[in-house]
T-cell receptor
Framework: AQRVTQPEKLLSVFKGAPVELKCNYSYSGSPELFWYVQYSRQRLQLLLRHISRESIKGFTADLNKGETSFHLKKPFAQEEDSAMYYCALSGHSGGYQKVTFGTGTKLQVIP | GAGVSQTPSNKVTEKGKYVELRCDPISGHTALYWYRQSLGQGPEFLIYFQGTGAADDSGLPNDRFFAVRPEGSVSTLKIQRTERGDSAVYLC?????????????FGPGTRLTVL
């Protein structure tokens, strides 16, 4: 079974402050991890994936297999970062890659 | 090109009625997924199509839920004898990767309200 846990429903930070959105996962194999974002009145979209090892909109996330974590970080929060963030895990299940989402964290950046 | 589209955007129905929700994936995407998102929750997997066939329907909650994709493009999620607990946003996503791999592109969702 694969599971994704996002412990914070809401995270409020001031503009310019660092941001860390937590994500822990449970999976017996080698997972592929993603962060999806949903801005107000927009559809869910991919923010980044761990295999790309890239920084998108200043966000980064490192897969820590020892701690089974994939926390999303940004050094200086911007107001436009306010959104719902979902961590997702893609794991092998019955011959295909099944994606499981966490419950999401609402990031609120205070001006 | 156009992204994933879903119709209707909103559907209000009465308990016991039948509803159909439609998804138009990105042209050429062979993989199609349906998710259900209840208030305060993340997307919950329902069913995955690879081409015309349902490769995994283990997320469908019961036999009132059924989905088809007869020509490997448009998909319809069908709910019989709707219940108030079926109220949620139903999301569709498509991807080009075989075997479920690759980035999923989501539609705007259909908000279903069962009175």
């Amino acid at each position: 079974a694969q599971r994704v846990t996002q412990p914070e429903k809401l995270l409020s930070v001031f503009k310019g402050a660092p941001v860390e959105l937590k994500c822990n996962y449970s999976y017996s194999g080698s997972p592929e991890l993603f962060w999806y974002v949903q801005y107000s009145r927009q559809r869910l979209q991919l923010l980044l994936r761990h295999i790309s090892r890239e920084s998108i909109k200043g966000f980064t996330a490192d897969l820590n297999k020892g701690e089974t974590s994939f926390h999303l970080k940004k050094p200086f929060a911007q107001e436009e970062d306010s959104a719902m963030y979902y961590c997702a895990l893609s794991g092998h299940s019955g011959g295909y890659q099944k994606v499981t989402f966490g419950t999401g964290t609402k990031l609120q950046v205070i001006p | 090109g156009a992204g994933v589209s879903q119709t209707p955007s909103n559907k209000v129905t009465e308990k016991g009625k039948y509803v159909e929700l439609r998804c138009d994936p990105i042209s050429g995407h062979t993989a199609l997924y349906w998710y259900r998102q209840s208030l305060g929750q993340g997307p919950e997997f329902l069913i995955y199509f690879q081409g015309t066939g349902a490769a995994d329907d283990s997320g469908l909650p019961n036999d009132r839920f059924f989905a088809v994709r007869p020509e490997g493009s448009v998909s319809t999620l069908k709910i019989q004898r709707t219940e108030r607990g079926d109220s949620a946003v139903y999301l569709c996503a498509s991807s080009s990767g075989g075997g479920g791999s690759g980035t999923q592109y989501f539609g705007p969702g259909t908000r279903l309200t069962v009175l």
